[in-house]
């Protein structure tokens, strides 16, 4: 069984940082992909970050590329998302996800953290 538990959200001015962390337990073969999405009320949830952490690449979000950092701590099982010179527009709930990397989907979920910031 999967389970990812999400923290490090708040509040912060434009321009402020915040790194989010993703606790992780688990099957490895079943985290191998790891990705950080973010859903504002009324749009689609996007895709901001992503780690393959078999092959250690890591893919951004244009919105973010580089502001935003993803990383794994292996020995703790903890992936990062570390994002600086926020924006106003990185408002949103953000959750950490999971899946297999031959999967197409990802299948497990975090509960959200939220990040706010102000202008």
């Known amino acids: 069984q999967v389970q990812l538990v999400e923290s490090g959200g708040g509040s912060v001015q434009s321009g402020g940082s915040l790194r989010l962390s993703c606790a992780v337990s688990?099957?490895?073969?079943?985290?191998?992909?790891m990705g950080w999405f973010r859903q504002t009320p009324g749009k689609e949830r996007e895709g901001v970050a992503y780690l393959n952490w078999f092959i250690r690449v890591t893919t951004y979000a244009d919105s973010v590329k580089g502001r935003f950092t993803i990383s794994k701590d292996n020995a703790k099982n903890v992936v990062y998302l570390q994002m600086n010179s926020l924006k106003p527009e990185d408002t949103a709930m953000y959750f950490c996800a999971a899946k297999s990397c031959g999967a197409a989907a990802y299948n497990y979920w975090g509960q959200g953290t939220q990040v706010i910031v102000s202008a």
């Open positions: 688990g099957n490895i073969y079943s985290t191998g992909c």
